[in-house]
C-alpha cells in the first residue's frame, strides 16, 4: 500500500477562513433580491511568469496552474471539505476492494474547438504520466506507473490499481488533454509543444490570445466558453497580467490596470486592509509547521514518554508564535488532520498553552531544576540523575524559521528545558536529517500537496519508521491499523471514523507536535459579487466560485426587472 500515495512533501506550511460576499436584499415587497446577469470582465495581477499552459505540466509553476484552472477540467472536482463531485464524469464505480476504477463520462462535453471528449482523451491524459520522458515530479510518474488504463468504449475508461487504494478520485482532478490534437506527442515533446501557447480545453474559459508588450508575454486574456457543460460563466472575460511581487500588483490594482490580486503578502496586507475598494479573501492552505520529535533517538531516550511530549506542547505559546512570528497569517491546528475537511475530527479540543501544567509534568517525571536556580541563566535546567533535559533543535536558516525557533527556545527554557538551536540550508532538512533519522527535533513544514484526501498513512504509519517518511518513528499499532483500513476502505464514512479514532490517538500520543497553517490571502475588486472561498488545498483554487462571479445584477419582480 505505501506505493500508492504521493509521498507528502517536506517543504516550507490554516482552519478554512471562508469568506462570503454577501448579496444585498431588498425589503419592498413583492420585489426579489437582485440577480446576476451575463456581461463584464475580471482582471487580475498574477504574480510570477508565464511558461506553458498545459495541465501536465504546471506542478512547479503556480501562474501557469491559475489559468489552467479556467481552461481545462478533470474527471473529478471536490468541494470546500474535500467531498468528490462529478466534473467530466458522469459517474464513476469503485469495487468493493478500492483496487477498480470505472469512469463513465458525461455526453455533453465537448473541447473549446467543437470537438466532443472521449475516453481516448482520458487514456492519452493520464498515459502521459507513465510516459518515460515525463518531465513532473518523479513520484507521479511511479504512482501511475503502476496502474492499467484501459478502454472499455467511446465513454468509459477503466483503471486497475495494483492494490486498493481508496483516495484514487484524488488523482483524476488533474484537467484533460484533447487526444485528436496531441495524439503521438510523448509528454517529453509536450515541453516545447505549439499546444501550450495556443491550448485547447473544456473549462469554462477558452484562451483568446496572450498580451504582450515590447515582444514580451505579460499577460493572457480569456473568453466565456458557450458550449461549457455545466453552466455558461457571468463574466465574459478572465484577464491576468503578470508582475513580479506584491507590491506591482497593489500598483497594478491603483492604476486600474487589474481588478484583482492573486496574492496578498504582508508586504501589502495593511494597505489592502485599508483599501475600500478590495475586499480581501483569505483561506488555510494545506500546509503545516510542525515540530518532529524522534521519538525512537538512541540517546535521548526520554523522548519516547509520551508525557515529556505533552510538557514540551503545554509549554508552547502557539498562538503567540503565530502572531509574532507569522504576523498573524496562521491559524492554530488540531491535530494531524486539516480542519472543515471530511476526515477531520470536530469534536477535538486543542492542547493549550500552559507552562505551569508543563512544569508540573516534568517534575512528576522527577526532572528536577537545579536548587536555587534562577530563570534565564544556564543553570536553569532539569536533570534526571546523570542526564540533563536539553534538546538540539535543527530549523532552516530563513528569517521566519529563525523567530519561530527563537520563541521555542524561550517556551522551552523557561520550563528547565535546555536548547541547542543549529539552522542549516532549508534543503538540507531533508536528506540531512530527517531522512536519515540523524535529529532530536526538527522544526519544518509538511506540504500536503493539492489532494483534498488526508491519508496519512505515510508520515505516522509504523511501516515507514525506517525508511518512509514516519521520521518521527511513530509506532502505535491500533493507529496503524485505522490507517491501513481508512486508506483501503471506499465507504466514506467509515473512513471518517477510522480517521476520527486516529487523531484521537495522535492527540494523546503527540509523536510530534503541531504549530500553525499558514493562511493565503487575495483580493478582489469591492464591486465583485458572488464570490465564495472554501478552503484551498491549491491556490488556484479561490476560483472554485468563477461560475458565480459577476459585476452586473438586476433588481425587480419578474419580467420587469431592469439591469442596474
Do not use: C
Not at 223 to 252: C, I, K, N
Not at 263 to 269: A, E, S
Amino acid at each position: 500500500m505505501r506505493k500508492l500515495r504521493l509521498p507528502l512533501l517536506i517543504a516550507t506550511f490554516g482552519i478554512i477562513l471562508v469568506v462570503v460576499l454577501l448579496l444585498r436584499q431588498s425589503s419592498t415587497p413583492g420585489v426579489i433580491a437582485p440577480q446576476p446577469v451575463e456581461g463584464g470582465a475580471y482582471s487580475e495581477a498574477l504574480i510570477g511568469e508565464i511558461q506553458r499552459l498545459n495541465p501536465i505540466l504546471d506542478d512547479f509553476n503556480q501562474p501557469d496552474k491559475d489559468i489552467d484552472r479556467l481552461i481545462f477540467s478533470g474527471l473529478v472536482r471536490f468541494d470546500s471539505r474535500g467531498n468528490p463531485h462529478k466534473e467530466m464524469a458522469e459517474s464513476w464505480a469503485i469495487s468493493a476492494d478500492a483496487s477498480l476504477y470505472t469512469i463513465t463520462l458525461r455526453e455533453d462535453v465537448v473541447w473549446h474547438d467543437g470537438e466532443p471528449v472521449t475516453a481516448d482523451d482520458v487514456v492519452y491524459t493520464f498515459s502521459k504520466f507513465q510516459d518515460e520522458s515525463y518531465p513532473g515530479p518523479a513520484d507521479l510518474q511511479d504512482f501511475w506507473s503502476e496502474i492499467n488504463i484501459i478502454r472499455l468504449d467511446d465513454r468509459r475508461v477503466q483503471f486497475q490499481l495494483p492494490e486498493p487504494f481508496a483516495p484514487f478520485l484524488d488523482y483524476l482532478t488533474i484537467g484533460l488533454l484533447p487526444d485528436h490534437l496531441l495524439r503521438g506527442v510523448s509528454a517529453g515533446a509536450l515541453i516545447d509543444h505549439p499546444f501550450n501557447l495556443r491550448p485547447i480545453g473544456t473549462g469554462p474559459y477558452k484562451f483568446d490570445s496572450f498580451i504582450v508588450e515590447e515582444d514580451a508575454i505579460v499577460g493572457v486574456s480569456l473568453s466565456a466558453f458557450e458550449e461549457y457543460y455545466q453552466s455558461r460563466p457571468f463574466l465574459d472575460r478572465v484577464e491576468f497580467r503578470t508582475v513580479p511581487d506584491a507590491q506591482a500588483a497593489y500598483l497594478a490594482f491603483q492604476n486600474e490596470q487589474v481588478s484583482g490580486i492573486s496574492r496578498v503578502d504582508n508586504t501589502i496586507l495593511d494597505e489592502v486592509l485599508e483599501d475600500p475598494q478590495l475586499n480581501l479573501h483569505t483561506a488555510r492552505l494545506p500546509r503545516m509547521g510542525m515540530l518532529f520529535i524522534n521519538v525512537k533517538h538512541p540517546v535521548k531516550d526520554f523522548l519516547a514518554d509520551k508525557s515529556i511530549r505533552r510538557a514540551l506542547m503545554l509549554s508552547l505559546n502557539r498562538e503567540w508564535i503565530i502572531q509574532s512570528a507569522l504576523d498573524g497569517q496562521a491559524v492554530l491546528p488540531v491535530g494531524p488532520i486539516m480542519p472543515g475537511t471530511w476526515a477531520f475530527a470536530e469534536g477535538l479540543k486543542p492542547h493549550t498553552y500552559d507552562p505551569i501544567e508543563a512544569a508540573r509534568i516534568l517534575d512528576e517525571q522527577e526532572w528536577e531544576l537545579t536548587a536555587g536556580a534562577v530563570p534565564g541563566t544556564d543553570e536553569y535546567v532539569r536533570s534526571n540523575e546523570d542526564q540533563t533535559l536539553n534538546l538540539s533543535l535543527v530549523h532552516a536558516d530563513d528569517a521566519q524559521a529563525t523567530r519561530i525557533a527563537e520563541l521555542i527556545e524561550s517556551y522551552w527554557e523557561a520550563v528547565g528545558i535546555q536548547v541547542t538551536r543549529t539552522a542549516v540550508p532549508a534543503g538540507e532538512i531533508l536528506t540531512e536529517y530527517l531522512e536519515p533519522r540523524d535529529f532530536e527535533v526538527v522544526l519544518d513544514e509538511i506540504h500536503y500537496g493539492r489532494y483534498p484526501d488526508p491519508d496519512p498513512y505515510p508520515l505516522w504509519h509504523d511501516s515507514q519508521t525506517e525508511t518512509g517518511q514516519n521520521y518521527s518513528g511513530f509506532e502505535d499499532r491500533n493507529s496503524s491499523i485505522w490507517l491501513e483500513q481508512a486508506r483501503t476502505n471506499p465507504d466514506p464514512s467509515r473512513r471518517a471514523d477510522l480517521y476520527t479514532s486516529f487523531q484521537y490517538r495522535f492527540q494523546d500520543q503527540l509523536p510530534s507536535l503541531p504549530l500553525y497553517y499558514p493562511v493565503y490571502n487575495f483580493a478582489l475588486d469591492a464591486q465583485l459579487q458572488g464570490v465564495t472561498i472554501g478552503p484551498l488545498f491549491d491556490p488556484s483554487d479561490r476560483f472554485g466560485s468563477i461560475l458565480e462571479w459577476h459585476l452586473l445584477a438586476r433588481r425587480g419582480a419578474g419580467p420587469t426587472a431592469t439591469a442596474e
